[in-house]
């Protein structure tokens, strides 16, 4: 891999950089992030900026859909009853031209899987606490609530108790 700015992808990164509303600048994107540009950039070519904000919002979509199928899955089967918890996806948003993706009203900006579930893991806890009255989930060894983070760009429940780590589903 290279880092050069003068190759293909760098060159295209810098066209959508160049774009403020995007809120691509390449010194703030996550590897996570890069990984799906070049994705993008593999299977659509040099995408022009303005088709960029529909491919931003499909990506936060099912980022944001994955993320939360998998937590609402494991919370449903720790507290017994159903989740009533969708993404909220709103093409047309007044502060964001590249719309809008939420879950309980927790907005899903990231473009990597990982990132996502941080967030959405927080919309779900949230959640569990105003709908369920319960503090979901809970560390087994040390009986606290637990809180997302981000930790070698993986989505991990960190017991602050205990200073450990449990995997996220
Ligand atoms: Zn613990």
Redesign the pocket.
């Known amino acids: 891999m290279t880092t050069s700015g003068n190759d293909p992808f760098h060159t295209w990164l810098a066209v959508l950089a160049g774009e403020p509303e995007l809120g691509l600048d390449p010194a703030w994107l996550s590897d996570e992030a890069l990984a799906w540009l070049r994705a993008v950039r593999d299977a659509h070519g040099e995408v022009a900026p303005p088709y960029v904000p529909e491919l931003m919002l499909e990506r936060r979509a099912a980022v944001a859909e994955t993320a939360l199928a998998a937590l609402r899955a494991a919370a449903e089967r720790d507290l017994g009853s159903p989740l009533d918890l969708r993404p909220e996806v709103e093409a047309e948003c007044d502060y964001d031209t590249t719309g809008s993706v939420a879950v309980f009203g927790e907005q899903v900006r990231a473009l990597g899987p990982e990132e996502a579930k941080v967030t959405v893991a927080d919309a779900v806890q949230t959640f569990v606490a105003h709908v369920h009255r319960t503090v979901w989930p809970t ?6 609530g ?1 809180h997302p983070e981000l930790t070698e760009r993986r989505a991990v429940w960190h ?6 780590d ?1 995997p996220m589903p």
């Open positions: 560390c087994p060894d040390h009986r606290t637990l017991c602050r108790a205990g200073g450990h449990l």
